[in-house]
């Protein structure tokens, strides 16, 4: 069997193209290579808090055979990046990341100088989407914006696992987020922008705040069901967001056909049934660039079935041209995932047509980690 989309040709700066019985394409017409990409981190990460070690990392990364980098610049509230459109919205206190603004430094730009040095794509991830904050109960921004908040059935700002939430649903929220992307497309040299698995989404236990009770009456003719996971309650949630992600690829396609429209969620079904994230609907849809599905296991045998279906997802539903790689973790927190669990991973990957790599993230791949880098660039990336 081949999965090989024949209708693909190289694109512009992307130069997308897929190998024979591959589901990736490439990001650089020149290299003609695969996606091998790698998150880049400022939690539990040190690479991004000095020039010095931004121009020594994205090095380490471009000797080793990686060619595109998602730097996160939308955490907890906060833009690594200097934001007007924050700064307008919040004040000039929360123009950027506190610990940035002290610096004086907009670690965005100098990623983006060091990486065309050695031909990295760049393509910035807004890792909290529609998340506003994680265990502030409320924070800057619903303090601010109270009628922005999701609410699950109590009434009760929605959290799920530390994280408090923005109503994705809501217009105002949709465009403040909007507005964060497209500031970065605008103001910086970038190759794309990331939503991941909070952007579009939101915790299928919300959809109770007083708009989202109005709307769905307005729409429906009924009243917001008591279960949550109601299906015909979780499918019009979800189709919301489904609405957003084609909003979010219009917006940037309009301020430039070029830019690639990353999204890189949850595994589906998972992702519809708790974070309303139908991405089947997204490439049905024709709004996704490029698709990285966080593949996040701890064991081969649960990867070799999570990647099973994630293949048959996208196969089933792709429409146009895509790109596709597997989101691999190989740290969180204490714990990692070695070579020895990464090479079964790529052989795996290559069974089933994929050849492309995302790693979660950067500080799992050199000594920490028994220099994960160099043993694939020695055996798979060279």
Known sequence: MSL???TLLPLFVTGFSFGSCTLSSTPDAVTSEPIRGVWVTNIDSEILFSDDSIADGLKKLADRGFNTIYPVVW???????????????????????????K????????????????????????????????????????????????????????????????????????????????EVARKYDIDGIQGDDRLPAMPSEGGY?????????????????????DAEFLQWKSDKLSDY??????????????????????????????????????????VVDELIPQAYRWTVDAYKTTAKEMVDSFTTNQNGDVAFASGVIIKAGPRYNDYTYVKEIISTNRSLGIDAEVYFFYEGLFEQNGNLADSLFQYHYR
Request: hydrophobic share 35%; no cysteine.
């Open 103 to 182: 610096q004086g430094r907009d670690p965005l730009q100098t990623v983006i100088e060091e990486a065309r040095k050695h031909g990295l794509r760049v393509i910035p991830w807004f890792e909290f989407g529609f998340s506003s904050s994680y265990r502030q109960n409320e924070g800057h921004i619903l303090s601010s914006y109270p009628e922005w908040a999701a609410k699950d059935q109590s009434g009760s700002i929605l959290k799920k696992n530390g994280f408090e939430w923005m109503n994705a649903i809501h217009p105002e929220v949709q465009a403040f987020v909007t507005d964060l992307v497209l």
């Open 245 to 286: 992600a084609v909003d979010l690829y219009n917006s940037v396609k309009e301020l430039d056909p070029e830019l690639i429209v990353s999204f890189a969620p949850s595994v589906y079904p998972w992702s519809k049934e708790e974070y309303l994230q139908d991405w089947p609907e997204w490439l049905r849809r024709g």
């Open 209 to 229: 705040s007083e708009f989202t009770r109005d709307l769905y009456l307005k729409e429906t003719g009924q009243e917001v069901p008591e279960d949550p996971r």
């Open 75 to 101: 955490n907890d509230g906060y833009t690594l990046h200097p934001s007007q459109v924050m700064a307008d919205r919040f004040g000039e206190e929360f123009r950027q990341d506190t610990l940035f603004q």
């Open 4 to 6: 090989r989309w024949k």
